[in-house]
């Protein structure tokens, strides 16, 4: 069974630019989540997915962030513009159904977004 | 005070000790409590999970919670030098639409 697929891996940017990622879940996984994961802190959920809709989006920071999931398949999470805060591992996850502690999430390898 | 606390560690400990990592969170709505392990430039992978209060284990990982403490609790046994990765405590209410809160994880070390 194929991972939770992420890309770009590593982003370099200046800061005011956009950038993109870019998830692909686990076939068949229903819900979908994207983490920011700050250097020496846990994952911090910035939107969850239940099939195309949302769930949680409430730390999002909504000016600059957005995220769609369209087709309740693949995701992509956008930032614009960047600012130097935002720099951190971007983390997709999923779990078959509602994500209960009973419902295992899945981590993609993550993208490193560095702000300049 | 922080939802979720979470010594950072790091810690170092010989082969085959056993290992205590903690938590202390202050919302007492969470009922579902987990382990993850990460390791260096990889995403969390789940360790495992308990529902509400009480013990569960699994090889050599035992899972406490302590609810009326608001404590939770991972012990590795015979640890390894495999074992060395930052390990991250979660909860959540478990209802729908219900938020991850995940601890800021430590860094453990099991030197051969």
């Known amino acids: 069974e194929a991972g939770v697929a992420q890309s770009p891996r590593y982003k370099i940017i200046e800061k005011r630019q956009s950038v993109a990622f870019w998830c692909n879940p686990i076939s068949g996984h229903a819900t979908l989540y994207w983490y920011q994961q700050i250097l020496g802190q846990g994952p911090k959920l910035l939107i969850q997915f239940q099939n195309n809709g949302v769930v949680d989006d409430s730390q999002l920071p909504k000016d600059r962030f957005s995220a769609e999931r369209l087709k309740g398949v693949d995701s992509t999470l956008k930032i614009q513009p960047a600012k130097l805060e935002d720099s951190a591992v971007y983390l997709c996850?999923?779990?078959?159904?509602?994500?209960?502690?009973?419902?295992?999430?899945?981590f993609g390898p993550g993208t490193r977004l560095t702000v300049l | 005070q922080k939802e979720v606390e979470q010594d950072p560690g790091p810690l170092s400990v010989p082969e085959g000790a056993i290992v205590s990592l903690n938590c202390t969170y202050s919302?007492?709505?969470?009922?579902?409590f987990m382990w993850y392990r990460q390791y260096s430039r990889k995403g969390p992978e789940l360790l495992m999970y308990t529902y509400s209060s009480g013990n569960k284990e699994d090889g050599r990982f035992t899972a406490q919670v302590d609810k009326s403490s608001k404590y939770i609790s991972l012990f590795i046994r015979d640890s390894q030098p495999s074992d060395s990765a930052t390990y991250l405590c979660a909860m959540t209410r478990g209802d729908y639409g219900q938020n991850f809160v995940f601890g800021p994880g430590t860094r453990l070390s099991v030197l051969p």
């Open positions: 996850a999923s779990s078959l159904d509602r994500g209960t502690g009973s419902n295992e999430q899945f």
């Open positions: 919302n007492s709505a969470f009922q579902y």
